[in-house]
Every structure is written in C-alpha cells, then in structure tokens.
C-alpha cells in the first residue's frame, strides 16, 4: 500500500510565504512523477506543479514566478514552497504521485491541506 502524507498548510497573511510537504510510504517500483493540486472554493481542482522523474518541472502559470517544486529522491519526500502568496491562493492542496507497481501505474493522493491567504 502506497501512502502521501501532507503537512506544511496553514494560515498566512498575503506576500507571505509557506512551503508544504509530501511524503510517500510503501512499497513500489518507481516514481513516474509527483505533484501538486488545489481546490480552491467553488473551484475545481488545478494541477498547480509537477516533477517529473527526469526532473523536469511544470507550473501553472498563475504560480510560475513564485511557487518552486522540488523532492528529494532520498526519502521520497516532495515540497511545495509557495512565495508572494496571494489570497486567491486559498485552497486545499493536494499531493499526488504517478507510482509503478510492477507492471502497472498508479496514481495514488495525499489527504489535502488547507492553505488560506488573509489579513
């Protein structure tokens, strides 16, 4: 069983910053790609950044500038570093991971964050 486990959310004044953290647990082959989603209210939910297993990174353009993904294949371990935060920033954010589990690929979830942008 493959798990994601989220910390790092909160509250935090606008300009502020955050950074949020993902760590997978279980057992499988390899990573394809790991990420991040947001849901805002009455939104649907947005890919706001991926990391690709070569490395290669994706951002949504209303983070690019200003939100930085990064992992660390030690521990498996992905981050979210979330600067210049504004308020429509507030969402819960949810990690994700594309895993091989010899033969197949799955995409398992994070339980989600709260992140909320306010003065």
């Known amino acids: 069983q493959v798990q994601l486990v989220e910390s790092g959310g909160g509250l935090v004044q606008p300009g502020g910053s955050l950074r949020l953290s993902c760590a997978i647990s279980?057992?499988?082959?390899?990573?394809?790609?790991m990420g991040w989603y947001r849901q805002g209210p009455g939104k649907q939910r947005e890919l706001v950044a991926t990391?690709?297993?070569?490395?290669?990174?994706k951002y949504a353009d209303s983070v690019k500038g200003r939100f930085t993904i990064s992992r660390d294949k030690a521990d498996n371990t992905l981050y979210l570093q979330m600067n210049s935060l504004k308020p429509e920033d507030t969402a819960v954010y949810y990690c994700y991971a594309d895993v091989v589990v010899f033969p197949r690929q799955y995409t398992y979830w994070g339980q989600g964050t709260q992140v909320t942008v306010s003065s």
């Open positions: 990391i690709y297993s070569d490395d290669k990174l």
């Open positions: 279980g057992s499988f082959s390899s990573i394809t790609a």
